[in-house]
Structure formats: C-alpha cells, structure tokens
C-alpha cells in the first residue's frame, strides 16, 4: 500500500521547539516533491514548506528562519524542523507529496492551491503551541 505518514506533533511552550516528520511507504521519495500544509481551526489551509524534485525549497513568509525543511532518503522521510514557536503555528500539519510531472511551480507562494494536486497526502499531526 501506498502510505505517507506524519507524526512528531505535541503540545510546546511558545518558544520551543519540534519536529515533524513525513515517512513515506510503498513508494520512494526520489522523483517526488514534498509539501507541508497546515490548518487552524476557522482558518484557511496554509502551504507551509516544501522541496521540489530540483531539491529548492520553499518557505511561506510567516515561517521562514524559523521552519527548516531537510530530507533522509535512507529513511525516505522529510522533516520540518521548527523552532522559536508561537500560538500562530498552533495548527493540524500536514505533508504532501507530488510526482515530477506535475511540474515546479506549485512549490511557492501558491502552495496552499496545490493541496489537491498532490498525488499522495498523510494523516495530519497536531501542533499545539501555549503561550
């Protein structure tokens, strides 16, 4: 089966850190990229971060020098390394993952459209930051 799975959520002190992970099963992350959305309650979905097959990346403005994307392909997982949290990030996060052909624009400021472009999506994890 083919499966993408999130984890690494949990409750945090603004301030502090965590980091998720996307782990991919029955297919490889080679010749894919990989997204991460998030939704607050009440609130739009966000395109967080993402990697193209090119290896760029992308980081919406809200989190950018704070959200570090990287990847293991020994353990076909992508990270979201995410420190200096705040109550703003409280949110379900999700990750994504797109074949080649869908192209590369989608990993950029329109990220959040492309949700339903991706070929293969993972239970979310939720991220709850206190202040």
């Known amino acids: 089966d083919v499966q993408l799975q999130a984890s690494g959520g949990g409750l945090v002190q603004a301030g502090g850190s965590l980091t998720l992970s996307c782990t991919a099963s029955?297919?490889?992350?080679?010749?894919?990229?990989i997204a991460w959305f998030r939704q607050a309650p009440g609130k739009e979905r966000e395109g967080v971060s993402c990697?193209?097959?090119?290896?760029?990346?992308y980081y919406e403005d809200s989190v950018k020098g704070r959200f570090t994307l990287f990847s293991d392909k020994s353990k076909n997982t992508v990270y979201l390394q995410m420190n200096n949290l705040k109550p703003d990030d409280t949110a379900v996060y999700h990750c994504?993952?797109?074949?080649?052909?869908?192209?590369?624009?989608?990993?950029?400021?329109?990220?959040?459209?492309?949700?339903?472009?991706?070929?293969?999506w993972g239970k979310g994890t939720l991220v709850t930051v206190s202040s």
């Open positions: 029955g297919f490889t992350f080679e010749g894919h990229g």
């Open positions: 994504g993952a797109v074949s080649l052909g869908y192209g590369s624009r989608w990993c950029g400021p329109t990220l959040a459209s492309h949700y339903y472009g991706m070929d293969y």
């Open positions: 990697i193209n097959t090119d290896g760029s990346k």
